[in-house]
Every structure is written in structure tokens, then in C-alpha cells.
């Protein structure tokens, strides 16, 4: 099949998936049995029934149930997410906001894990057995089991607190003010503006939470790798290669690796996937105010229109992270283009 | 093109370059807080991190010392007088006070103010409900008049909701004192990276859940504030917070939980300033006998009372945590000494239970919001409420829920027995007359006009229109010793409250109201 014929099919596979995810979000956020009533309004606020019905019916909350999600699924087809409860502010705007903290976590995070992960399984699966073997799987193993908050502390004790080498939690220094809003991520930002001193302290900022993100995944890459690079290494094309007089490294890196990516990638695909859809823990941690915490305080406060935004764009996240992961594989194996 | 993004990064380097020459010479103040407010705009304040930013940004008519809320002194008020039926209050303002764009202060701004805050039925818009107008017959005058007498009027002006705002510049900015503000008012927005405000400090910048900017105000009336700058920094978790003042990036954690007193007080730089909360945690049981059961019973409350131990049960909230005598947190006026208080008895209880009807004891729910306030692990207080239940033959249940769940069952009065806890609304005693029949938590209690004893019927209806302190304290007495012995409540204990800060920092003081009075802090 012609490429963009299946991407056009994909995408428009996106809008019955949206929709699914839309109603469930819907229908999960209000068959909970509390009141947003109660978590956005004071003590006594909502102990006064003319407020509480002043604020039911701005949220529309006094409305049939299909009628609410009719009219947000009205309003999100003219692009209009709605506006938060808990903050008033536009949900479109928030996301804007926390998106990019968490884009820029998460692609930190996963440049971490994979260029560890591979370089790790690789060098794990061609001396096998030996001690180098058992040191990246020991290591590996403590990477994806060690709980993150966990990680997280004793990587801010040790390195922020007594070797003072890594700055604090939060995304710059608190001194140092924001860059000018052009992507939303603090680096790239502080680039586009020329700001090199806030650039430098986005990117110190950046170290230590990718690397407590990058762990879990590095881990879980690494055991990957090395499995499917073992099972490369005992095909037949594999000795064909060697008896050809090719390098050692060539035909590891060119022959072997290369053919043990798929599984490598639909990992790797999955794991930005889910990196991108927020860390509550290490975000909490190191005060990264990204879409994890958002999507945690409005499941918290009840908050619907920023519970439904978020969700569509977790989906939304995953549905995009899936279509790479098969045209990589597209790239990778020769046979499917022409399939 | 090009030459917008050269110019662009030539003016951004010019300005990170005159940054560096101000952050040398100037003081800093940084904050960690695990930031809980949504809006800058005070007259929809209600949480207590805002009033950090309030109590800087703006000033009330009235106010308390930094170290107490048992005395309200002037402020921008600088004398009032009461009627003699407690109706009318007349206050003369301060004729020097400016606003931090010049402007002159005038009794209007108090009015415009006021009505504002009560029109925009927000959470705060209840602390109004017992004022019927507000006046300014002159340029320094102003007349507030009541619906009742209500004693707890003044307290109830301290708090950030009654902050003064330069009219004139709100309503460019959209806002209205208007009955229909609630609708039509649209100066929050501006509100919330600006102020207009007559306090020490104005906003400079509010990033919502990362950072919140205040500078100095250069037309401030009183004497100016140590600090150039004051940066309150969201850091949520607790943990971090701590590490933070460790390193010496934040100067104060105003989140510190009891866990972590001791290796601060260890630390030579680190000071650490511990006292009893004005969080009570109590025991609900319902005075329905249909949703309480046995709980509803009088004798059997009584019998609970003295079944629990209560220093055991403070001591499970950790530090700086200490045990009311009846509802009314140590520390408002008019609460009884804690010497007043219950000890255990064993032996008394069973006895009143044996009295009830239940010698062979019951099994009942108990309902509690599965969450941890402020260093109190609810769970844990639940199980040794049980422990101490089963030694008078009480098997309780223990029956955690989500919180938003719980409060509904809480709010709808459909809990039979419950652990809860309540913040006050306001610093005055009368606050707690929502616990009397009919009150807020009297009505959750299914405790009603209906079915309560005329005794303290009485009680508190004397006590809602005095206004003479004396005659309060007697009535706030005789109503908590009532309690003692009928109320369908257990007051539990306070936790504590615990903040950190580095030990350069002079000034430190406490009250419930705003906790910290960050203008007052120097190095």
C-alpha cells in the first residue's frame, strides 16, 4: 500500500477512537459518586444553595448527561475545550502550558533510556554470561523494579544536596525568570531568545529528573535488546556475514542490531508514549509542573472539562506514538515496502 | 526576519545583562510552598497558601498582631466606633495612605471593595452575609450596618476577603461592585498578574503552580519592607521542600510535616517554629437515630468520650499536636483550658453504656475520608479509635473512603459515625457555633432545632448577638462544657504546625490567620 494512503487511512482511524475515548472518559469521570459541587466550593459556599445552583448552572452540571456531552463535543469541534473549573482559565491554555514541561521531560528521559538501553543490551548480549553481562542486567533490573520517588530522592539528596552538582527541583533556578513563551519549553525558549545563562540552567535542570525517568526505561530497553540481539546473533545470516570477512563491529552493529530493533522500537515507542502522558511522582518530586500533575489535581478536584481535555490528549499522544513506531518499522524492515 | 531575530536576541541578551547588575545588590526571599491557590484576586481569597500574597499585597480596615489573633488593632482603619445595639460600625481611615500607583485611599475604594466581594458570590461571599451596607458619607468615613448584631464582624474584616482595592483601577480593568459582579465582573484576569492593593508588596508575576513574583510597592505608606523581591515557589512535595531549605535555595518551607522537626532542629542553619494548628479533628456521631444507631444515643456519645485515649491519639499526629478540653480549638478566646479536657475512663464508660442499654456493646461503621491533612494520617487515627472503642466492647468497622465521597456523605449528613476535622472560617470564637444545632456541622449531624434540648438552644442564641467579651466567654464556657457532656461530638486533638526557615532570617512570626507575615522578614 502506498504510504500516504495509509497514513490518510490512520488518521482517519483517529476520529472513531477519539470519540470512544471520549464518551468513556465522559461517562467513568460521572458515574464517580461525589460532587464536583463539593471540591471546587468552600466549606460554606456550598453549604448555600443559591451559590451552589449559580455554579451548577454555569458548569452546566444541571443538564441531562447527554446533553452535557453533546454540547462539550459541540464546542470541541469548533476547537473549544472548554474552561477549567478549579482555575477558570481555558483548557487549551493550560494544556499549552504543562504540555511542553512534559515534552521536554519525557524526550530527555527517553534519549537517556535509549541510548543507555541499546548501548547496554548490545554490549550485554555479545559477552554473555560474563561478568559484564551480570552487571548491565543486575543494573537493569534496579532500573525497572526501584520504585521512582524512590530514585528520585536519593538522586536529590546525594547529587543536589551533598555533591551539589545538580541543581534543585523545578525548571530553572527560582531566581532566574522564565524565558519568553514561544514553544514552551524552557530550552528551546531560552534559545530562540538568545538567553544562554537561562539555557544552561534549563538544561542542569533537566539532568537529574531524566535520568531517574530515563532509568525505568533504560531498564526495560536493555532486557529487550539484549533478547532480541541474542536471538539475532544465532541466525545462520549471522555466521554468513562473519564468513564473509566482514569487521566484528560491522556485523554486529549493521547485521545484528539493526535486524534486533523491531521489538527495541515498539518498546521504545510505547515507553515515550507513556512518558509523555506525565509522571505524577516524578513530577511531583522535582516540581515539573507537566500534564501528569494536571491530570492528577483535576481527577482530584473533579475538575470535567480538564479531566476530558487531558484524556483526549493522552489518546491523542498514543495514537501518535503508535503510527511512528509502524512507519519506523516501515524504514526498518525492507520486506513491508514492498509488501 | 532575520533582522527581528537579531534584534530579538540583542535585546534579550540587554536584558539578562541589566538582570545581573539588579540580582546583585538585591534581596531575595524565597518561599517553598506546595501551592494551593488558584486566583490572585482577593476577594475570592479562601485558601490559606494565598494569603502568603494578600497579607503583602493588600491591606484591611483592621488587623491582628503577627504573633496572635486574640486582639484586633487598627490598620487602615485607624479608629472605629460600635453603636450601642451592635448594629452600626463607623470607621475613620488613616488620611496618609496611598495605593501602590499613588492614588490617595478613600472611603469609596472601602466601599467599592466590599460590595464587590459580596456581589461575586464566591467562597469567601458568606463572611458578608451579616452586613446590610456600607456607606462613606465623606472621604475618611465609613458606615458599615448590619442585619444583626454579629460580634465576629471585626475578626471577620481581617481576612484577605475584605482586602482594599483601588477602585478606580479594578474597574478599568473590568470589575464591578454591581449586585450581578458574579457575572459580569471581569477583573480577576488582571488580578492575577497585577494588584491594586495599599500593602508592602505588589504582584509582579504569577506563573500558576511554578512561581508567584511580588516587588516591592515605592509608594508604600508605612515603612518600607526589607525585601526587593519575594518569590513563593510551588514545591508540592514535602520532601523537596525540605531538601531545598537544606541546600539553601529556599529560605523558608512552610510545608513541614512532624516526621521531619527533628533532623531540622539537628541542622545549625535551619531553624525550626512548632505550635498546635487550629485544625480540630473530631468524632461525628449522628444525632439521627435511623443513620447513627447507637451512636445517636446521648449516653453512648458520653461513653465514647471517655472510652478514647486522648494523649495517645495526639501522639499519633506527631509534634507540636495538643488536645482540646471541648469544640473550641486551644487558642480562640473563650476555649477552655485543655486541663478541662477528658482523661480516660474506662470504668465510666462502660458504665454508660451499660446505662444506655448496650452492656454487651455494638458494632458499628466508622466512616473516615482516606487522606493525610497536614502530617495526620486519618487511617491510623481511625485504627486506634477502634482499639480504644474495643475495650468497652464497641467493634468498629473501619470504613475509609475517597475523599470527594466522603465529604458528600459528610456534607448530606448521611454519615452515622465519622472521623472529620474543621478549619475555622474566620478567627473568633463564633465560628464554632456551627457545630450547635442547626449550625453547618449541626445540620450534618442531623442535630436540629427539632431535636435538640432547649438548653442549648438558648445557650446559643444568647451567644450569636452578644457582644460583650466577658459575657461571651461565660457563654462560650457554659456551651463547650454542655458539649462535654450531651454533644454528639468527640473533639480529638489539633495537629501541629510545623515551618522551617534559614536561621539568617529575622522576624519570624506566627498567626493562624495568615501564618507568616513574609513583609515583616529581613536577613
Do not use: C
Not at chain 2, 532575520?2 to 530579538?8: F, M, P, Q, T, W
Not at chain 2, 494578600?54 to 483592621?62: F, G
Not at chain 2, 520532601?239 to 533532623?263: F, H, P
Amino acid at each position: 500500500m502506498a504510504l500516504h494512503k495509509y497514513l490518510a487511512r490512520r488518521l482517519l482511524l483517529m476520529i472513531p477512537l477519539l470519540i470512544g475515548i471520549s464518551l468513556v472518559a465522559f461517562l467513568i469521570s460521572n458515574s464517580i459518586p461525589a460532587d464536583p459541587t463539593a471540591a471546587n466550593l468552600g466549606e460554606r459556599a456550598a453549604a448555600d444553595p443559591e451559590i451552589v445552583a449559580a455554579f451548577r448552572a454555569k458548569w452546566g452540571l444541571d443538564e441531562p448527561l447527554h446533553v452535557q456531552y453533546l454540547t462539550y463535543m459541540r464546542n470541541l469541534l469548533q476547537g473549544d475545550l472548554g474552561t477549567s473549573i478549579r482555575s477558570r482559565r481555558p483548557i487549551a491554555e493550560e494544556l499549552a502550558r504543562y504540555l511542553p514541561a512534559t515534552i521536554e521531560l519525557a524526550t530527555a528521559g527517553i534519549v537517556v533510556s535509549v541510548v543507555a538501553g541499546i548501548i547496554f543490551g548490545v554490549i550485554s548480549a555479545v559477552w554473555r554470561n560474563r561478568p559484564i553481562d551480570f552487571f548491565v542486567r543486575f543494573i537493569s533490573l534496579i532500573g525497572v523494579s526501584a520504585p521512582v520517588f524512590w530514585l528520585a530522592l536519593i538522586g536529590l539528596l546525594i547529587l543536589y544536596l551533598r555533591l551539589d552538582i545538580v541543581p534543585g527541583p523545578g525548571r530553572l533556578d527560582a531566581r532566574i525568570p522564565a524565558p519568553p513563551y514561544m514553544t514552551g519549553m524552557y530550552t528551546i525558549d531560552s534559545l530562540l531568545a538568545g538567553q544562554w545563562s537561562t539555557f544552561r540552567n534549563a538544561v542542569e535542570h533537566l539532568l537529574l529528573p531524566s535520568l531517574v525517568l530515563g532509568a525505568f526505561s533504560s531498564g526495560l530497553i536493555t532486557r529487550i535488546t539484549r533478547s532480541s540481539m541474542l536471538e539475532v546473533l544465532s541466525q545462520e545470516y549471522m555466521m554468513t556475514a562473519r564468513s564473509k570477512g566482514l569487521k566484528e563491529r560491522h556485523v554486529i552493529l549493521r547485521h545484528g542490531l539493526r535486524n534486533a530493533l523491531m521489538p527495541v522500537v515498539t518498546i521504545i515507542g510505547l515507553s515515550y508514549g507513556s512518558l509523555l502522558s506525565g509522571a505524577v511522582l516524578t513530577e511531583t518530586i522535582f516540581a515539573w509542573e507537566g500534564i501528569g500533575r494536571y491530570a492528577y489535581n483535576a481527577a482530584r478536584t473533579l475538575d470535567f472539562p480538564a479531566i476530558m481535555g487531558v484524556s483526549m490528549l493522552i489518546a491523542i499522544v498514543f495514537v501518535v506514538m503508535n503510527l511512528i513506531v509502524d512507519l519506523l518499522y516501515y524504514w526498518l524492515d525492507p520486506r513491508l515496502r514492498q509488501g | 526576519m532575520r533582522r527581528i531575530v537579531v534584534l530579538l536576541i540583542a535585546l534579550s541578551l540587554g536584558m539578562v545583562g541589566m538582570g545581573g547588575v539588579i540580582a546583585q545588590e538585591e534581596q531575595v526571599l524565597v518561599v517553598g510552598l506546595s501551592e494551593d491557590y488558584h486566583s490572585l484576586d482577593p476577594s475570592r481569597a479562601y485558601e490559606p497558601g494565598g494569603s502568603l500574597v494578600h497579607h503583602s499585597v493588600y491591606d484591611t480596615l483592621v488587623t491582628f498582631p503577627s504573633d496572635s489573633v486574640s486582639e484586633i488593632i487598627p490598620n487602615l482603619a485607624e479608629s472605629w466606633d460600635i453603636s450601642e445595639d451592635g448594629m452600626v460600625y463607623t470607621f475613620t481611615l488613616r488620611d496618609d495612605v496611598t495605593f501602590s500607583n499613588g492614588d490617595p485611599l478613600t472611603a469609596e475604594d472601602v466601599v467599592f471593595s466590599f460590595n464587590r466581594m459580596k456581589n461575586l458570590k464566591d467562597n469567601p461571599s458568606f463572611l458578608a452575609d451579616t452586613i446590610a451596607s456600607v456607606e462613606a458619607p465623606d472621604d475618611l468615613t465609613v458606615v458599615l450596618t448590619l442585619t444583626q448584631p454579629d460580634a465576629a464582624i471585626l475578626a471577620k474584616l481581617i481576612f484577605d476577603a475584605f482586602s482594599i482595592l483601588n477602585a478606580d483601577v479594578v474597574r478599568e480593568q473590568g470589575g464591578t461592585d454591581a449586585e450581578d459582579a458574579a457575572e459580569t465582573d471581569t477583573a480577576e484576569d488582571w488580578l492575577m498578574n497585577n494588584s491594586a492593593g495599599t500593602g508592602p508588596y505588589m504582584v509582579a508575576n504569577y506563573e500558576p503552580t511554578v512561581q508567584t513574583v511580588l516587588v516591592r510597592n515605592p509608594n508604600y505608606w508605612g515603612e518600607p519592607a526589607f525585601f526587593d523581591r519575594i518569590i513563593i515557589q510551588n514545591l508540592p512535595e514535602t520532601s523537596t521542600q525540605k531538601l531545598a531549605l537544606e541546600a539553601g535555595d529556599i529560605d523558608i518551607a512552610m510545608d513541614v510535616i512532624a516526621d521531619q522537626v527533628a533532623s531540622f532542629e539537628a541542622n545549625p542553619d535551619i531553624e525550626v517554629f512548632s505550635t498546635q494548628s487550629d485544625t480540630l479533628i473530631w468524632l461525628l456521631m449522628n444525632a439521627d437515630p435511623e443513620i447513627g444507631g447507637p451512636v445517636s444515643d446521648p449516653l453512648v456519645q458520653r461513653a465514647i468520650r471517655y472510652a478514647l485515649n486522648y494523649e495517645e491519639l495526639r501522639f499519633l499526629s506527631g509534634e507540636g499536636a495538643n488536645n482540646p478540653a471541648s469544640m473550641v480549638p486551644i487558642g480562640f478566646a473563650g476555649a477552655l483550658d485543655p486541663s478541662e479536657g477528658f482523661a480516660q475512663d474506662l470504668d465510666k464508660a462502660r458504665a454508660l453504656l451499660e446505662e444506655a442499654g448496650y452492656a454487651d456493646g455494638f458494632t458499628i461503621d466508622l466512616e473516615y475520608p482516606d487522606f493525610n491533612y497536614i502530617g495526620t494520617e486519618f487511617g491510623i487515627v481511625a485504627q486506634k479509635v477502634q482499639a480504644d472503642l474495643a475495650q468497652i466492647g464497641i467493634t468498629a468497622n473501619l470504613v475509609p473512603q475517597e475523599f470527594q465521597v466522603s465529604l458528600d456523605l459528610y456534607r448530606n449528613g448521611e454519615q452515622g459515625f465519622s472521623l472529620w476535622l474543621w478549619n475555622p472560617d474566620y478567627y473568633d470564637t463564633l465560628d464554632y457555633v456551627e457545630f450547635l444545632p442547626s449550625g453547618v456541622v449541626g445540620n450534618r449531624t442531623n442535630w436540629t432545632d427539632e431535636n435538640a434540648d432547649s438548653a442549648i438552644l438558648e445557650l446559643r442564641d444568647a451567644v450569636k448577638t452578644e457582644l460583650d467579651p466577658a459575657v461571651r466567654a461565660e457563654l462560650f464556657g457554659e456551651i463547650q462544657r454542655w458539649l462535654q457532656e450531651y454533644g454528639p461530638y468527640a473533639p480529638l486533638f489539633q495537629p501541629g504546625v510545623h515551618f522551617a526557615y534559614r536561621s539568617d532570617l529575622q522576624g519570624f512570626a506566627y498567626n493562624g490567620q495568615w501564618r507568616v507575615d513574609l513583609t515583616a522578614l529581613s536577613r
